[in-house]
């Protein structure tokens, strides 16, 4: 299995408050990406990274902020917490960047906001 | 922009029975076509995987190939059993380096 660590595994939140999950990897991987999932709508890409403080939008990215400072580390902040943004939240990687790569994914962080 | 649809589901089968799970795509390019399944509680795993037209990925039994002229990637399994029971994403990657999931398909197998 790829060396990826998402923590915390759970969290429970209340509206308003700023949360950050923490993606790790192992594998010296370029590439990085957060998606949530969400019933109906399969993963959705919030933001991803093609290395350290290179980050870029994905589709669902308004109301969440990354930062990316070291190869290993990928931040998800969500700045205000909505109920909209419970979900549960995948982390992946990608090593080489070409479209011949697959992705490999964490085991998911569930939150609630409440 | 690229896009994956796949089959609706759930899809509930009797233990044996043959499994296809319809997947097309649209995409710029020439993308890399993927099936990855998720078990309850965990993230995805790759399944298989086709890079080229024509490519057939395979995998503990199950089988995709990639269908250029067609614009599709279904994944089918001869005889299931109850472990095949999960939820499975059809994916792909082009142009940009991002990977784009259909919705999922939830499959149950029964004995």
């Known amino acids: 299995d790829a060396g990826i660590t998402q923590s915390p595994r759970h969290k429970v939140t209340e509206t308003g408050t700023p949360v950050t999950l923490r993606c790790h990897q192992t594998?010296?991987?370029?590439?990085m990406y957060w998606y949530r999932q969400d019933p109906g709508h399969g993963l959705r890409l919030i933001h991803y990274s093609y290395g350290v403080k290179d980050t870029d939008k994905g589709e669902v990215s308004d109301g969440y902020s990354v930062s990316r400072s070291k190869t290993e580390d990928f931040l998800l902040t969500l700045e205000s917490a909505t109920s909209s943004q419970t979900s549960v939240y995948f982390c992946?990687?990608?090593?080489?960047?070409?479209?011949?790569?697959?992705?490999?994914f964490g085991q998911g962080t569930r939150l609630t906001v409440v | 922009g690229d896009s994956v649809t796949q089959m609706e589901g759930p899809v509930t089968l009797s233990e044996e029975a043959f499994l296809t799970i319809n997947c097309t795509y649209t995409a710029t390019g020439y993308p890399s076509l993927f099936w990855y399944v998720q078990y309850p509680g965990e993230g995805l795993q790759l399944l298989l995987k086709a890079t080229k037209a024509d490519d057939k990925g395979s995998n503990k039994g199950f089988e995709a190939t990639y269908r250029k002229e067609t614009t599709s990637f279904h994944l089918e399994k001869g005889s299931v059993q109850v472990s095949d029971s999960a939820v499975y994403f059809c994916?792909?990657?082009?142009?940009?380096?991002?990977?784009?999931f259909g919705t999922g398909t939830s499959l149950t197998v029964i004995p």
């Open positions: 994916a792909l990657s082009g142009s940009g380096n991002q990977f784009y």
């Open positions: 992946a990687i990608s090593g080489t960047g070409n479209q011949y790569t697959e992705a490999f």
């Open positions: 594998e010296n991987h370029r590439y």
